[in-house]
């Protein structure tokens, strides 16, 4: 059996951040950064432990506001026509805290679990996240993986009217309107069917409704999101070996997103999955861990 330690609860860069470790304390460590309001149980544990079983010590964790991590207070819900004003006014969105004090959180993470580098795995917002620790924090990161994520580039074409109106939906009242919504939400993110992942909604939903949830954090996280503008210009100064996982179908980070992050860093590869939308789904699994794995290797004996 490969070696777990159950969920811990660390110190780091002045906040609690929940954490949790799979595979052999000597291996390679790799951070999975999750995305947008999503607990870091929506790294799958199966998703971990084939991971682990790749040669890594992986190392998920509640970002800060979800979770069973420290949740912040302030900052009103995230209206459309704030974002119109972003848009097409470059009125910039007042935020609680940015994508740099995310990145400072996993830094800071590392600092705690006495880990001077790692491979960084980050989805999504968690992409946004693992590329702000490669640029202000280079000698932190072995590689860099991001996935289903983007540059913050304004040109990028917006997330279709019904991804967008996921996101911006108000919160369930109720439990019951929770389960529903974790179906629905998963079922226009994920782009088609999957079955063995619908199987397995209503235990994933359970388990994230009992860790306890913070709509008002998903709106602050939006708003770190938002606040923190394109990071395309500076991108090019990243040394970190990149890879850029997108779906082709992707529905709320159209696939312009991971193609525009690939074309913004200096030797990032690119891998395209097809009929892949803003999700990772079982199916698709063992091409996504070989490719983090594949690459997180060779930049570890490029290293050496």
């Known amino acids: 059996m490969l070696a777990h330690q159950p969920p811990q609860i660390a110190h780091a860069n002045g906040i609690d951040i929940c954490y949790e470790i799979f595979g052999d304390p000597a291996a390679e460590p ?7 309001g999503a607990q870091m149980i929506h790294w799958d544990d199966d998703f971990c432990r084939q991971l682990a079983a790749r040669g890594f010590r992986v190392i998920r964790f509640d970002n ?39 990145a400072k959180d996993t830094v800071g ?27 202000s924090f280079p000698q932190r990161a072995r590689s860099l993986t991001s996935i289903m994520s983007t540059t913050g580039n304004p040109k990028i074409p917006p997330p279709t009217r019904e991804a967008a109106a ?39 939903a359970a388990r994230t409704y009992e860790r306890g949830l913070n709509p008002a954090g998903v709106g ?13 210009e500076r991108l090019a100064q ?3 070996p990149t890879l850029v996982i997108h779906g082709t179908v992707d529905p709320l980070v159209r696939p312009e997103g991971g193609k525009d992050t690939a074309a913004s860093i200096p030797g990032a590869k690119l891998l395209m999955i097809e009929g892949m939308g803003h999700a990772l789904p079982i199916p698709m699994w063992p091409q996504i861990i070989d490719a983090i794995a594949e690459h ?9």
């Open 109 to 135: 993470l590392m600092d705690a679990l006495g880990i001077q580098s790692a491979h960084l795995v980050g989805a999504s917002m968690g992409g946004m996240i693992a590329q702000e620790v490669a640029l």
């Open 238 to 240: 990243v040394k970190t």
């Open 30 to 36: 790799l951070f999975l950064i999750m995305g947008l």
């Open 296 to 304: 997180a290797h060779g930049a570890a004996a490029k290293a050496a």
């Open 166 to 204: 996921v996101l911006m939906a108000p919160p369930p009242a109720s439990k019951e309107e929770y389960f529903a919504r974790f179906a629905k939400t998963w079922k226009v993110l994920r782009v088609g069917s999957f079955p063995e992942d619908e199987a397995l909604d209503p235990a994933r």
């Open 64 to 102: 800060r506001d979800i979770g069973k991590s420290s949740h912040f207070t302030g900052g009103k819900r995230l209206t459309p026509f704030e974002l119109l004003k972003q848009r097409f006014l470059k009125i910039p969105v007042a935020s609680t805290y940015r994508l740099i004090d995310m």
């Open 220 to 232: 602050r996280q939006l708003r770190a999101v938002l606040a923190s503008g394109s990071r395309k």
